[in-house]
């Protein structure tokens, strides 16, 4: 059973850093790629920003220059670390990973809150 553990999230002021961790575990066959997305209250789960097995990356325009996102394919993780964050970064954010051998394509963490207030 394939899992993902989140953490890192948290309370942190604007214009602070914070840093999110997430680690699969279990029968994993072929990565595609892994990713971070949010959800905010009453909005859609919106991407934030993936990576692939081979390291490119893409990033939502919202978050360009102050996220970014990093991945370790050996020990199936997945980081996100993020500067200068505002009120709008407010929102549970949720690990996902594209897999060969997923039932559905993918998989989903339970998501770690992020909240950014003064």
């Known amino acids: 059973q394939v899992q993902l553990v989140e953490s890192g999230g948290g309370l942190v002021q604007p214009g602070g850093s914070l840093r999110l961790s997430c680690a699969a575990s279990?029968?994993?066959?072929?990565?595609?790629?892994m990713g971070w997305y949010r959800q905010a209250p009453g909005k859609q789960r919106e991407l934030v920003a993936t990576?692939?097995?081979?390291?490119?990356?893409n990033y939502a325009d919202s978050v360009k220059g102050r996220f970014a996102i990093s991945r370790d394919n050996a020990k199936k993780s997945v980081y996100l670390q993020m500067n200068s964050l505002k009120p709008e970064d407010t929102a549970v954010y949720y690990c996902?990973?594209?897999?060969?051998?997923?039932?559905?394509?993918?998989?989903w963490g339970q998501g770690t809150q992020v909240t950014v207030s003064s």
């Open positions: 279990g029968s994993i066959f072929n990565i595609l790629a």
């Open positions: 990576i692939t097995s081979g390291g490119y990356t």
């Open positions: 996902k990973l594209n897999d060969i051998g997923a039932p559905t394509g993918a998989y």
